[in-house]
């Protein structure tokens, strides 16, 4: 996708970073066939990356068990606590517990794949920000952006983008992180995540309905801009009908997100890509051409010297 050569035109070396492992599709919910976040999610994914000759072009980066001194950057350790503790419950166990949540699902190996798909994430950042790679895609399950501190929510344990961003910034002394969400959902556990830091810019462009899309929270609207010192860095783009194509997304982009991010100036951009906004999609009902996605990606690149990274989020697989 955002593959390059090196100029040493005998040896091309990829700068692209890729983020799959098969592992991660162990995770389902055993009592409802239903709901999207499945592994075939994934695996749809990968197999079109493969069919596009694309992997061979991509630097390989493995995902490895993030450590609980990486989760705590945003979750608590009663919240790691308790994810840990359902690798030991039974399937009615699990059945119950996820009722206590919204669009949540619980597996006996949800939370070593959660540590898995943010391990790596946090890895594929790491190698964009030091040069090692100059961009990269994760392609993972399960999902983060809607994890809050202390709340699972919508099919999301651990916040991926938010951990990941988090441990640049302590890690390189990074001081202005971009992270554009444009899954049809509002990426609400990022928004509170950052909501007073000025040091990270969250736009977040989702179906909103005048509040009657979830998450259902008043927070989603766009008056709800950042507090203290994070005030004006907190962008949220509520789209109050379905059915919105290329030309109103491209819109957003070149008169609100654009105009924002270079005036920012980003050291670094992360993406939670959820491609639910895409035509056909029947959660999203917006009518976005996959090839469109694409052209925010080239949009994007500019920015930060190209230092891009796209994390999967949740998205339609076939059934």
């Known amino acids: 996708m955002m593959a390059e050569n090196n100029k040493d035109a005998n040896r091309p ?26 592994p075939e999610r994934i695996q749809e994914c990968y197999s079109r990356i493969q069919q596009l000759g694309l992997v ?8 490895r068990p993030a450590r609980d001194e990486e989760i705590l950057l945003c979750h608590s350790k009663k919240h790691i606590d308790l994810l840990k503790e359902t690798h030991f419950m039974t399937t009615e166990q699990l059945g119950n517990f996820s009722r206590s949540y919204d669009y ?21 950042v790491e190698q964009v920000v030091t040069g090692k790679l100059q961009n990269g895609m994760a392609v993972i399950r399960p999902p983060g952006h809607h994890a809050m501190s202390e709340e699972y929510s919508g099919y999301c344990y651990y ?7 988090k441990t640049a910034m302590e890690k390189h002394g990074l001081q202005r992180v971009l992270i554009l969400d444009w899954d049809v959902h509002h990426g609400q556990g ?53 059915g919105c194509d290329n030309s109103d997304y491209l819109s957003i982009f070149f ?3 654009l105009p924002v991010a270079y005036e920012f100036q980003p050291e670094l951009v992360l993406v939670s890509a959820g491609f639910d ?26 920015l930060a010297a190209g230092k891009l990274v796209l994390l999967l989020e949740v998205s339609t697989a076939r059934a």
């Open 190 to 242: 990022t928004q509170f995540a950052f909501y007073d830091d000025p040091s990270v810019l969250f736009v977040s462009i989702h179906r909103y309905e005048h509040g009657m899309e979830w998450p259902y929270l008043r927070e989603s609207d766009y008056d709800y801009i950042g507090e203290g010192r994070g005030r004006g860095f907190n962008f949220n783009i509520p789209l109050n009908e379905t």
């Open 13 to 38: 070396i990829s700068k692209t970073g890729l983020v799959y492992e098969e592992k991660l599709t162990r995770h389902y919910c055993a009592w409802n066939t239903s709901y999207t976040e499945k």
């Open 159 to 165: 916040n991926n983008v938010a951990v990941a961003a």
């Open 104 to 124: 949540v699902y619980f597996h006996k190996t949800v939370e070593e794949n959660a540590r898995l798909a943010l391990g790596g994430a946090i890895d594929l």
């Open 255 to 257: 008169n609100l997100l």
């Open 277 to 302: 906004s895409a035509i056909g999609c029947p959660e999203g009902e917006m009518s976005v051409a996959p090839a469109c996605f694409a052209h925010f990606v080239q949009l994007l690149k500019p």
């Open 56 to 63: 061979e072009r991509c630097v390989d980066v493995p995902v």
